[in-house]
């Protein structure tokens, strides 16, 4: 293994979302210290995937990185959703504790640049990996116990999904290649923390000429299958053309 | 005066803009250096206004301290629209030069947060600022020499500028707190690059109910008087409230 030169000062951490047909997830990763002589947990919480950017590598090179890393994945939806570099990012003294514990040269003033990534859950299988890396509803987040600014940079990530999937169709990212209206509907309304009436939505997603109905349906439903749909991004941007409003 | 600490490796960068009832504009900063025997430039072109952060502030007081030393305003419209971390980002022998010549410390390895500003042009004066700093139309820029990235980065805050205009009442920083109808249609047409029919401009106005009204009429002017208007930011934000649509 090539050791790397990280830059201790410079970090990038990604906010993974994933649908699971129900509900909203974040991917994140266990932090754990064990007191040697008592076997008791001195931390254990939870921090988003993220390390220190290497000399050799721009900062969208170390997030995919981190992503490929974690989830074996290539080509994922990754976009900035803000630099942070408030004094006292890593102030708490469990979190001082645990970079003395690490010691791997991080510095005191770490700036870092968060990304926001988009992944379709029935794509990645996170059981095969080493880490201890998992999904948690997005809903659970705020009881949760998490590491250094870590739980303000993923309602700061959660916010900028909100207001993205409004003007970009970025939610089809969570979506795999084919999908039933049902299931984009329980995506944009795990998205919005809203609920939309069935026909109402149908009526929006029909002047979406992106979104295209297939010949092909579900299989082996208990229920009437449903018809799949795909996103076409190649009609997204043809039609989007000439659509410059400010009506804002 | 106290000397700050400077973080070597992490900077700021701020893109101006503002509108002078005519087109857009950026304001950029002079960097020049002269050879002292022949006299001749050896280096003169433009830069962004950025500086190195301080260990003792975040990113955004750095923003502000900047754009307060060059324009003497509090309060300017500031937000992030991207970390740049190419590794070519200083890679110029001109910008290596000058790094050398201007010898402050910085490290090889510059990380910058860009920073989208709006002013009101009429609100600053320049010229009693004692750095060489000018207002340039953003037409110009494309043929404009220009210091590190900086050309790239004035490029991505253009876009999302663009891109933000068209979701978010930003644009109402770039005028001043009171305007007319035509200096908006004429802002709007600066921002986008584009230009709208008078009527239907309006008509689009019409449903912008934070646009109000006043009794208050231009003075002075050799032509039939203009009402004026104002931008209320309490009403947009009573108004937004309801409307989730995610017709993208």
Redesign the interface.
Known sequence: MISHKI?P??SVDCVVFGFDFEKLNVLLVKREMIDEKSGKALISDHTLAGYH?F?????DSAAARILKGLTGLDNIFLE?F??????DRVSSPKDKMWLEYINQGFAD?I?T?GYLALIDNTKVTLTLKDRDVSWFPVSMIAEMEMAFDHKFLFYRALEALQRK?????I?FELLPDYFTLSQLQKL?EAL?G?SFDKRNFRK?VA??HYVIPLKKKQQGVPHKPAQFYLFSREVYEKTRKGR?????
């Open positions: 830059v000062n410079i950017i000399d050799d590598e721009d900062l900035q803000g630099a942070f570099g408030q004094l003033r700036v640049v999937v409004k003007v970009e169709p939610a944009y919005l809203t929006k002047q979406m410059i409003s400010f009506i804002i």
